[in-house]
T-cell receptor
Framework: DQQVKQNSPSLSVQEGRISILNCDYT??????FLWYKKYPAEGPTFLIS?????DKNEDGRFTVFLNKSAKHLSLHIVPSQPGDSAVYFC????????????FGIGTKLQVIP | NAGVTQTPKFRVLKTGQSMTLLCAQD?????MYWYRQDPGMGLRLIHY???????AKGEVPDGYNVSRLKKQNFLLGLESAAPSQTSVYFC?????????????FGSGTRLTVV
């Protein structure tokens, strides 16, 4: 039972355009959401997060939007750069207990120069 | 450089052999985790630790054991390796607070069991 779903395994975008990566979740107990970026042969690196009390969080070229009623979040990258080509993991955690994080299967983004 | 260090980076085992993967962090993080990454499966939690001397099972713990004798180290053991344990293993660490920082991951160990 996948509680965090990334339904698009891959995405190709032209350099300079917007990249939109989508993520859906099923567990209504999730209240904190994160995006990680992973390059080949490296570990994932934390990119941006959002609490469920917000609907938007922005950090430079990266913005995460959260729609709680739809249980959907998205990561926008504007403008996209070739160095953004990587696998992006959506992740979520629930309140209480330790900081357990559930990851999606990832979306591979290719930014074409 | 501060961070999470995993050793070894690559390993090939024969079925039935045992090995230990070492994870070391120098950020004084309380929490540490072991994940495995498989194609189409994302990252799945094997075991985790919320402090020195404590360990707990994650989502896919069968066939693995862990120990956290020192705060900075988290060891993952395979007692009798099976081909199903062929995977990329990631260690991660974090502060107890969930605020903003997320996990810090190591660069991974690619394990092949033949």
């Amino acid at each position: 039972d996948q509680q965090v779903k990334q339904n698009s395994p891959s995405l190709s975008v032209q350099e300079g355009r917007i990249s939109i990566l989508n993520c859906d979740y099923t567990n209504s107990m999730f209240d904190y959401f994160l995006w990680y970026k992973k390059y080949p042969a490296e570990g994932p690196t934390f990119l941006i997060s959002i609490s469920s009390i917000k609907d938007k969080n922005e950090d430079g070229r990266f913005t995460v939007f959260l729609n709680k009623s739809a249980k959907h979040l998205s990561l926008h990258i504007v403008p996209s750069q070739p160095g953004d080509s990587a696998v992006y993991f959506c992740a979520a955690s629930a309140r209480g207990g330790y900081q357990k994080v559930t990851f999606g299967i990832g979306t591979k983004l290719q930014v074409i120069p | 450089n501060a961070g999470v260090t995993q050793t070894p980076k690559f390993r090939v085992l024969k079925t039935g052999q045992s090995m230990t993967l070492l994870c070391a962090q120098d950020m004084n993080h309380e929490y540490m985790y072991w994940y495995r990454q498989d194609p189409g499966m994302g990252l799945r939690l094997i075991h985790y630790s919320v402090g020195e001397g404590t360990t707990a099972k994650g989502e896919v713990p069968d066939g693995y054991n862990v120990s956290r004798l020192k705060k900075q180290n988290f060891l993952l053991g395979l007692e009798s390796a099976a081909p199903s344990q062929t995977s990329v293993y990631f260690c991660a660490s974090s502060y107890p607070s969930r605020a903003n920082y997320g996990y810090t991951f190591g660069s991974g160990t690619r394990l092949t069991v033949v």
